[in-house]
């Protein structure tokens, strides 16, 4: 498949390029060249097919022929090693649980398919891979632990001090070997700024091939299709109005659930689900897109003031207002609402949301106003546990650890300070 640049001023490329640049040179996002939906029949019997089976016939077109089948196979088995349990809440809401991976949040699909789509590309390259990546939170860790003692990739992944949780510190900061943290003294809007200044700047790129992990990556975003697929499976039979709302920060995964609905999928809307950081919620009520710097808040993944990937959005509602708006409802929620959510999930589901579910959950609630015969799945982007304080503290109960948090949780932190843009290119230039 080609991708073109959303900026348009750049040549079209293949995925192997596009997945090595990360951006185009002219700065636009890649997207595919041509989205061809999938065969009715397959969404007929999606309900006897393994997830290997839905991930390999919903990406093959994207991929291929860079990627050869046996290949994507073979990624995919390595990628999906884990379960996308769905759990209803009552008969109008269910949660679809994205953290049963490695680092307990749904980044870990998209950068385990992203490092083997690399380290496949780069098998018989000498030079070596430099993957530059800002985190609001969870990238890091799931980056980090999927390109762990992959061959020629170093990692370098930039974290907004103070700013994310203890135990999203402890994943992106504790692995050694081909993965170095820096500690940033500053906002995520901050480590996002230098990254993308660091792509531009020639004294460094001049030596230094390097690429994106953040799901401007067209390898990191697509795979998160997956996920609406495997839900359709398990709900389709039930309901024939499914919904989902998505906590959104850089709006990477609900753009790929709409791609997912450009492959056919039978789903009739979205509704992305908004903290503090509301610059899409407000586009929707205005009609005016305004990014603005970030807000710090508990559902911290999602503190983004420029969603990356909205262009994305754009593009594939061919930048109709209208029909945007037909497809997709925007709400925004303060952290006491979302401490009132996690408390209500609890107390009447006996169900342990994290604090982005919960801003998902919420956004179900207002949708369901609207739509009363919906099903409305929340996707639960993240395990309870990455946020222990604020969870525990709503909830009164301490909170079972699970194996792969009680993994990190005693580890020692290493990270290097950096306070300027010049300490970026200064450890990039010396390494
Ligand atoms: C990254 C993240 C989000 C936001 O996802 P986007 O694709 O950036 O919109 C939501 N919840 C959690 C837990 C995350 O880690």
Not at 27 to 54: A, M, Q, V
Not at 294 to 320: H, L
Not at 338 to 357: C, R, S
Request: with cysteine; hydrophobic share 40%.
């Amino acid at each position: 498949m080609n991708y073109y640049s959303l900026n348009r001023e750049a040549p079209n490329t293949t995925f192997e390029k596009a997945v090595i640049k990360g951006l185009a040179p002219d700065r636009g996002l890649y997207f595919p060249e041509h989205i061809t939906p999938l065969h009715p029949s397959f969404f007929e019997t999606i309900g006897d097919k393994s997830n290997s089976d839905i991930a390999f016939e919903a990406i093959k077109q994207f991929v291929s022929p860079e990627i050869p089948e046996a290949v994507l196979k073979k990624i995919i088995e390595e990628t999906l090693t884990f379960d996308f349990p769905i759990i209803p809440l009552n008969d109008n809401i269910s949660t679809l649980e994205l953290f049963h991976g490695p680092t307990m949040a749904f980044k870990d699909v998209g950068a385990r398919f992203m490092a083997r789509c690399l380290g496949y590309f780069n098998q018989n390259n000498t030079n070596e891979v430099t993957v530059l990546v800002a985190t609001s939170g969870d990238t890091g860790g799931a980056v980090a632990n999927g390109f762990l003692g992959v061959e020629g990739v170093n990692v370098v992944i930039l974290y907004p001090s103070g700013k994310v949780s203890d135990i999203q510190e402890k994943q992106l900061t504790t692995l050694g070997q081909n993965i170095t943290a820096l500690e940033v003294d500053g906002v995520f809007d901050d480590c996002q700024d230098m990254v993308k200044k660091a792509f531009l700047d020639e004294s460094i790129t001049q030596k230094t091939q390097l690429t994106s992990a953040n799901s401007i990556n067209v390898a990191r975003w697509l795979p998160q299709l997956f996920y609406f697929m495997f839900a359709y499976r398990e709900l389709h039979k039930k309901h024939n109005n499914i919904v989902f709302s998505i906590p959104s920060g850089n709006f990477g995964n609900i753009c790929a659930g709409m791609m997912a609905q450009k492959l056919g999928l039978p789903v009739n809307h979205f509704i992305a689900s908004n903290n503090a950081n509301n610059v899409v919620t407000n586009y929707l009520k205005t009609k005016n897109y305004s990014p603005r710097p970030s807000v710090p808040t508990i559902s911290n993944a999602m503190d983004v003031g420029n969603p990356s990937n909205f262009i994305r959005i754009q593009e594939i509602y061919n930048n109709n207002f209208d029909q945007l708006k037909t497809n997709l409802s925007s709400f925004s929620y303060t952290d006491a609402q979302t401490k009132e959510a996690l408390l209500e999930i609890y107390e009447q589901f006996n169900y342990v949301a994290d604090p982005h579910g919960a801003v998902g959950y919420l956004g179900c609630k207002d949708y369901l106003k609207t739509d009363n015969s919906a099903h409305c799945v929340f996707l639960e982007t993240a395990h309870p546990t990455k946020f222990l304080d604020v969870v525990e503290g709503v909830i009164k109960t301490q909170l079972k650890l699970p194996p792969q948090i009680k993994a990190v949780i005693d580890k020692d932190k290493v990270a290097i300070k950096i306070s300027s843009y010049q300490d970026l290119k200064d450890f990039l230039q010396n390494r």
